[in-house]
């Protein structure tokens, strides 16, 4: 049975199924893009109001599948809001498209829904459906530009090495089931303290086989391989939306693990993970540097910079809270850098024939053209290399104390190296943006003089503004976490 309290605690979850009946509803009633783009962008902010009545009652279980806390509650809002980011950009990329508009916004939906479970689960089982919510619609999202030419060569790449994904997913889950007798995440306090040492290695290749799958969902190397291919194929639109709501959501779900796992003192799973770490962020900046297309640099910047974020699974167990807080502040900097960013990809997208080539050409000389552009994409750029001002620098340096804290030495030195290489990826795209000869810009693409009214304008300026506030003064967003 659910009481009044654990129903509340569901709201955020019962308003987006309420909101995806609607929206399908009204798709069948009447096609009206406009009319679906307002309703699945009032759903979700009506999940996101629904986030206050939780204030109360947090910390709470929901059967054994869910458990809400406060952390939970900041990880739901971050997803929403990009989830909200991500409609806005669709509704002028769908303007032009020539087929059925209205069922992306439902793929967002579901998506969402399957991102804000997973979040909540604190059980195998609602992990691995809710993950798989996630990402089914997201196959959907991949293929929807199905006119454009690696899009679908995309998406089935992504079906096929998630479908392998899910199934070192399930097969760990049934190696740890296997000796525990219990799916829930609780029982990996104690299952670690009780066993043998042969039931010991049983229930360590089960959580290698766990953390090899969402690793892949993080595309961390060597799980790496078919993010470049996939930010080719999709649009700008659902770039936003899986760049951000599917890799916080996974990411979130890896801490609640490593807080369990962490008394399992085995050093095979240590230094797995930070060979892992020192891979995705020498070889995700390495590749960076070689790219000359901006939407697979933004790929292998990505891996990067979820290496970075692996370091805090580390020190998650010693230094819980401090950890905790350092996770939030540098997933919002990569939350906004990531809409902003892919927010004037797609601005550029619907303007240009080509939409799935963004060579760094087209962006040469960009602040001679449209400098408030340039200005943002250098923000953007600082704080993903962790220069002061910017929320990316507050994010780098929580990285930073906790390594010298808790003595990660062995992760310390490719955090330098990395950093210093990520450094050298985005001074070449600054550098790139102020050239003195604007040929590409002036020539083909003509931009709006005022695109920064628009709503989508709106949330790129938004999200370039919070970064430097946030840089500047970061109290704001420390003070509320704390």
Request: glycine share 4%; aromatic share 16%; proline share 3%.
């Amino acid at each position: 049975m659910i009481n009044l309290q654990q129903l509340i605690a569901l709201f955020p979850t019962v308003t987006l199924i309420f909101a995806i009946i609607i929206v399908i509803l009204s798709i069948c009633y009447s096609r009206n893009h406009t009319f679906v783009c307002t309703l699945t962008i009032l759903g979700l902010v009506c999940s996101c109001l629904s986030l206050f009545f939780l204030k109360n009652i947090i910390p709470i279980n929901v059967t054994a599948l869910f458990y809400i806390d406060k952390s939970s509650i900041i990880y739901v809002f971050m997803i929403l809001f990009s989830a909200i980011s991500a409609c806005i950009f669709s509704y002028s990329w769908l303007e032009k498209y020539q087929f059925n508009k209205e069922e992306l916004y439902v793929l967002f939906l579901l998506s969402t829904l399957g991102a804000v479970n997973l979040i909540f689960s604190n059980h195998m089982s609602s992990l691995f459906i809710s993950i798989e919510l996630l990402t089914l619609p997201v196959f959907g999202l991949i293929a929807y530009s199905n006119t454009q030419k690696y899009s679908l060569e995309a998406a089935l790449k992504y079906i096929i090495l998630s479908g392998v994904s899910s199934s070192f997913l399930l097969l760990g889950i049934a190696w740890i089931y296997a000796i525990s007798g219990n799916l829930s995440f609780l029982s990996l306090d104690y299952i670690f303290d009780i066993t043998r040492e042969q039931e010991k290695l049983v229930i360590l290749f089960g959580t290698i086989m766990i953390l090899s799958s969402l690793f892949f969902k993080l595309s961390i190397v060597p799980f790496h391989l078919w993010t470049p291919d996939i930010y080719q194929g999709s649009s700008a639109a659902v770039l936003s939306f899986f760049s951000t709501v599917s890799k916080t959501a996974i990411f979130f779900i890896l801490l609640r693990l490593f807080l369990h796992i962490s008394n399992f003192d085995n050093g095979v799973l240590y230094y797995i993970v930070s060979l892992m770490i020192f891979l995705s962020v020498i070889f995700g900046n390495i590749l960076a540097l070689l790219q000359n297309d901006m939407k697979r640099f933004f790929g292998y910047s990505s891996i990067s910079q979820l290496g970075y974020l692996l370091i805090l699974l580390l020190a998650f167990h010693d230094s819980y809270i401090f950890s905790l807080e350092a996770s939030i502040v540098y997933v919002c900097s990569y939350l906004f850098s990531n809409i902003a960013y892919f927010g004037i990809i797609n601005l550029i997208s619907n303007i240009s024939q080509n939409k799935q080539h963004h060579p760094k050409f087209w962006y040469e000389g960009l602040f001679w053209h449209q400098p408030m552009l340039a200005i943002i994409l250098t923000v953007i750029f600082l704080s993903l290399s962790g220069i002061p001002i910017t929320l990316g620098f507050i994010g780098k340096f929580y990285i930073l104390s906790i390594i010298i804290n808790e003595h990660l030495w062995i992760v310390g030195i490719p955090f330098f190296v990395g950093s210093i290489i990520g450094l050298c990826c985005y001074l070449r795209m600054i550098i790139n943006l102020y050239l003195t000869s604007p040929t590409y810009f002036s020539r083909t693409l003509i931009i709006p003089r005022y695109w920064f009214f628009s709503p989508s304008g709106i949330v790129v300026c938004i999200s370039g503004i919070n970064l430097l506030i946030l840089g500047i003064y970061p109290n704001l967003l420390i003070n509320l976490l704390q």
